[in-house]
T-cell receptor
C-alpha cells in the first residue's frame, strides 16, 4: 500500500509570491492534516480536511489556506509569502477525522528568499 | 501554538545503552502517539496508545500511557546507531493532535 505522497519535495520562492503544495493520502484515508515544522516552533497544526470539508484550523493567518478534493487529495496554498514561511510542510493522512494514528508524508521543504 | 513538554531535549548515549524520554501535558488526552523523524523526512509512527495505564511494545521500543492521561513515556532498549533521530510524542484529544517539542537522540558507537 503506497504511503502519503507530497509534491514537490523542495521549493524555492521569493517574497510576495504564492505557492501550492500537494498531498495524496494513503488509499482509503479520508482525513488530511497539514503541519508546519520549523526549528524554533516545532510541529504546528495548520488545518484538517475530511470529506472535502475543513474540520479544524490552527492559529495561522488567512494567507494559509487549503482544500480537499473528492478523491481525498489535498492542496495547501500560501499567498504573499514571507521569509518566516520558510519551513518543512508536512501532510498527514488518517482514516477518520481527528487525525488519530496519523501517517506522515516526507514533506515539502519551502524556502522563501 | 500549543505544544507538549517533552524531556529531555537531547540525549547523547553510547550504543547498547537504554534510553528513556517522557512527555507531559496540562490537558488530558485520549490517545498518545510516539513518532521518530529522520533529518529531512516526515515523522514515522512508532507506537500508539489508547488506554490509561496501557503498556505497548514495538521491538526494542516500549511506551506507556500515563495513569493520569496527562503523560506518556518511551523507552528504547539496547540502542543502536540507526536509533538516531528526533522523537516526538503527540497527544490526541477530541479534534486534533498536539505534538511535543521533541527529543533529539544521538548514539555513538
Amino acid at each position: 500500500k503506497a504511503g502519503v505522497t507530497q509534491t514537490p519535495r523542495y521549493l524555492i520562492k521569493t517574497r510576495g509570491q504564492q505557492v501550492t503544495l500537494s498531498c495524496s493520502p494513503i488509499s482509503g484515508h479520508r482525513s488530511v492534516s497539514w503541519y508546519q515544522q520549523t526549528p524554533g516552533q516545532g510541529l504546528q497544526f495548520l488545518f484538517e480536511y475530511f470529506s472535502e470539508t475543513q474540520r479544524n484550523k490552527g492559529n495561522f493567518p488567512g494567507r494559509f489556506s487549503g482544500r480537499q478534493f473528492s478523491n481525498s487529495r489535498s492542496e495547501m496554498n500560501v499567498s504573499t509569502l514571507e521569509l518566516g514561511d520558510s519551513a518543512l510542510y508536512l501532510c498527514a493522512s488518517s482514516y477518520g477525522t481527528g487525525a488519530t494514528e496519523a501517517f506522515f508524508g516526507q514533506g515539502t521543504r519551502l524556502t522563501v528568499v | 501554538g500549543q505544544q507538549l513538554n517533552q524531556s529531555p531535549q537531547s540525549m547523547f548515549i553510547q550504543e547498547g545503552e537504554d534510553v528513556s524520554m517522557n512527555c507531559t501535558s496540562s490537558s488530558i488526552f485520549n490517545t498518545w502517539l510516539w513518532y521518530k523523524q529522520d533529518p529531512g523526512e516526515g515523522p514515522v509512527l512508532l507506537i500508539a496508545l489508547y488506554k490509561a495505564g496501557e503498556l505497548t511494545s514495538n521491538g526494542r521500543l516500549t511506551a506507556q500511557f500515563g495513569i493520569t492521561r496527562k503523560d506518556s513515556f518511551l523507552n528504547i532498549s539496547a540502542s543502536i546507531p540507526s536509533d538516531v533521530g528526533i522523537y516526538f510524542c503527540a497527544g490526541h484529544n477530541t479534534d486534533k493532535l498536539i505534538f511535543g517539542t521533541g527529543t533529539r537522540l544521538q548514539v555513538f558507537p
